[in-house]
């Protein structure tokens, strides 16, 4: 098949998906298929090119990428490398090359590229992509929408509250939580602008943090103890992954920098809470309508009672992201998963 790997974008998450379309891409060449991976903002060469034949020549043509970094991109750097100087989120050529790929696989993560956007902008030209539609994407890249689903279905998930920019409440005995609590963006990714809040003055900066990214924050119940993840493909899921970091809680740095967390599939967990946590998985996909494939992250504390903490739609795909982990663990390669990912989004478009 002719394949379109779609990667960078304009999130603070762009480096990691980066480093997703680089491994997707290359497993996919392995499967033998012609993929260009194409970075969504930056586009291919310049408008009105003549585009004949570049999958034949996609290897010589495609995005050649660096790693991840222990810090998030500076968005402003990114737009003003762009050769064309426009602020449209595709680049020059996406659409067309888009078009003429079989399926796009989203690499993208963060920021139009998770939130609906762009799936939905894909089904007005007809272009067919991995990972859900529109509207499940959307709901579920909002974390305060995600919790209102949680809760209309029985899904434990941590008590908390949303806040607006304009509605921010400076005294955090006012929110209705105890300390200490997380604040995060209500639709970041990554760990990205996330908190842990122990004190009145850690959380006026842990606000300004999260409102640095977003117009609207998470206030959140923390949850000691340990955490997990699941992969539901189809609405089956995949062994549970315990995630132990070194030092600190699953931050930026600890997810994509080599050493610093401790990743153990199947997780260490009795067979009966293992079992509820992949039930719950599989609930917060049916849920959201995650028909193709998504990642929940759990919570289980002292008392090993249970929390869903959010979905992610286009989860990671690199070097140490936790689906091709869950994977391996039942004896898929990286190379069947992502070709499988591609055979199940092609019947749901």
Excluded: W
């Amino acid at each position: 098949m002719k394949i379109v790997v779609l990667t960078g974008g304009l999130s603070t998450e762009r480096d990691v998906s980066l480093a997703t379309g680089d491994m997707v891409s290359s497993a996919l060449r392995r499967k033998g298929h012609q993929v260009l991976l194409l970075d969504v903002f930056m586009g291919y060469g310049r408008a009105g090119d003549d585009l004949t034949g570049i999958f034949d020549n996609s290897m010589k043509a495609s995005l050649q990428v660096s790693g991840i970094l222990e810090t998030a991109p500076d968005i402003e750097q990114i737009k003003s490398m762009r050769e064309d100087g426009s602020d449209c989120f595709f680049g020059p050529n996406v659409i067309e090359l888009c078009r003429m790929a079989d399926i796009v696989f989203l690499a993208l993560h963060g920021e139009n590229g998770e939130n609906g956007k762009l799936q939905a902008a894909f089904d007005l030209f007809g272009i067919r992509y991995t990972g859900s539609n529109y509207l499940s994407s959307a709901i579920a890249m909002n974390k305060k929408l995600a919790k209102q689903f949680f809760h209309a279905n029985g899904i434990p998930t941590p008590k908390g509250i949303s806040m607006k920019k304009s509605e921010r409440i400076m005294d955090f005995t006012q929110t209705g939580l105890s300390l200490p609590c997380i604040v995060k963006p209500c639709c970041g990714g990554s760990s990205i602008g996330i908190s842990i809040v122990n004190t009145q003055e850690e959380y006026q900066a842990a606000l300004d943090q999260a409102f640095s990214y977003e117009e609207e924050v998470i206030l959140e119940a923390y949850v000691k103890g340990r955490e997990f993840s699941v992969a539901v493909i189809e609405f089956q899921a995949l062994p549970v992954i315990e995630i132990a970091p070194i030092q600190g809680f699953y931050d930026y740095k600890n997810k994509y920098q080599a050493g610093r967390t401790v990743e153990t599939c199947p997780a260490d967990l009795a067979p009966d809470l293992a079992a509820q946590i992949q039930e719950y998985a599989v609930a917060a996909a049916r849920a959201l309508e995650l028909d193709t494939y998504a990642r929940m992250d759990f919570m289980l504390d002292e008392n090993n009672q249970i929390f869903c903490l959010e979905t992610n739609t286009l989860p990671g795909m690199t070097s140490a992201s936790l689906i091709p982990q869950e994977a391996r663990a039942v004896g898929m390669s990286f190379e069947d998963l992502c070709e499988k990912l591609i055979q199940i989004s092609l019947k749901h478009v």
